[in-house]
């Protein structure tokens, strides 16, 4: 059976978006005094004391051919600073509620999408069963935040 990989925030674009972020902001990082923060950049919640800040992604213009009214921004966390990316076999992060699968074309139109009660292999596999789909997002119920992606293998 086919293993699907969460995929974090590229580094690159991670450096860019901490100079200045989609919605063309630059960055104010704050001590996040709480915790539990859903870092994008290294797919973990944050620990209290971090420093983190809230940008703007727009997660599909970085990949899509033609984006089109597709091409939303949202919030996210990342860490102000570089981190090491998630750790090695963590498997889905962010699984612990209800999630929405959406489904994206090479072109970076929206092929539909499937709510969840469990983030887990199957999901991912009735998600890419439509040939067309090349990326999966993982998003929260509440608000239609971006988590991570997930490609086709």
Do not use: N, Q
């Amino acid at each position: 059976m086919t293993t699907y990989t969460a995929r974090p925030i590229d580094p690159t674009v991670l450096k860019e978006l901490r100079s200045a972020d989609d919605a063309g902001r630059g960055m104010v990082p704050v001590l996040d005094e709480e915790g539990g923060a859903p870092l994008r950049c290294c797919l973990r919640r944050s620990e209290p004391g971090e420093r983190i800040a809230l940008v703007s992604y727009a997660p599909v213009r970085r990949w899509a051919a033609d984006a089109g009214a597709y091409d939303e921004v949202g919030p996210v966390f990342v860490h102000a600073e570089e981190c090491g990316g998630p750790a090695a076999g963590s498997g889905y992060p962010f699984a612990d509620a209800h999630r929405v699968l959406r489904r994206y074309s090479a072109e970076g139109h929206i092929l539909g999408g499937e709510l969840v009660d469990t983030l887990d292999d199957e999901a991912f596999r009735r998600a890419f069963d439509d040939p067309s789909v090349v990326v999966v997002h993982v998003r929260a119920v509440e608000y239609g935040c971006f988590f991570f992606e997930v490609r086709r293998a």
